[in-house]
């Protein structure tokens, strides 16, 4: 959760206040997450409620998310989809997924919600081996950053035409533009975001929004 969209702290809590929606479940949900070392990892309230209402705005039945973390992104997202809505979210981790789930039912959201434990690209190809290809609606990508372009690749087999994936962290803090950053994590992000820029088969927009998050509309 790095915040570079550069606003003061007094428009930042007014944004957080007056600009996207919040409840008690995840409150309680983040509250527990910024106990790990591992906090910063977790996208934050406004993109939360960008997301969900992506979600809702194009009627999303089907949705995949990589990289699930705590849950909190899948809460959002889950909730705005309808009550036979499907996320199918990805992620490697029983212990932090495990914080994920009390939540999930708490909200009463969790059988929207299919956890696949295991490396993503593994959980995706079985997806588009198992026939899925063209049945999502909306992906979100937020995994480990080396494996982007892989992701995005899946992703886009398994969407519809018209279907939206959101890509978090574009902006990498600010690293994508700092020349002397050669991280693996650095180089893996410059690269998805210029081949995006070239890229015919989608329509994309990439808002600087926290860490960066790019629309790509798959045509
Ligand atoms: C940035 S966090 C996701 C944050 C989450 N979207 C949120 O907003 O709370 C990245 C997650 O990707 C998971 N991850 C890392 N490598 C992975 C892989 N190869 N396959 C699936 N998940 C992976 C990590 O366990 C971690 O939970």
């Known amino acids: ?26 409150r309680r949900l983040r509250a527990e997450t910024d106990q790990l ?26 949705v995949v998310e990589v990289g699930t973390f705590t849950g909190y992104s899948a809460l959002s997202m889950a909730r705005a ?8 979210a990805c992620d490697v981790s029983e212990a932090y997924t495990s914080i994920a789930r009390r939540y999930w039912a708490e909200a009463g959201v969790a059988d929207r ?13 079985a ?4 026939g899925a290809e063209g049945t999502f609606d909306a992906a979100f990508i937020d995994a480990d950053k080396e494996s982007y372009e892989g ?5 886009l087999r398994l969407l519809r035409p018209g279907g939206l994936i959101m890509v978090d962290n574009v902006l990498w803090s600010g690293k994508v533009v700092d020349p002397t950053d050669e991280r693996p994590s650095t180089l893996a992000i410059r690269a998805f975001n210029e081949a995006r820029a070239r890229d015919p088969r989608i329509d994309l927009v990439m808002l600087p929004v926290r860490d960066g998050v790019s629309l790509l509309v798959k045509r």
């Open 1 to 26: 959760m790095s915040r570079l969209d550069g606003l003061s702290p007094e428009l930042d809590a007014y944004v957080l206040d007056v600009g996207c929606r919040d409840d008690d479940v995840a």
């Open 37 to 62: 070392p591992q906090a910063g990892m977790r996208i934050d309230p406004l993109e939360a409620s960008l997301l969900g209402v992506l979600i809702r705005a194009i009627g999303a039945r089907r």
């Open 81 to 88: 989809l309808p009550a036979d809505g499907r996320l199918v």
């Open 113 to 125: 919600i299919d956890l696949r434990l295991g490396p993503a690209l593994d959980t995706l190809d």
């Open 127 to 130: 997806l588009l081996a198992d």
């Open 151 to 155: 992701y995005y690749e899946r992703c």
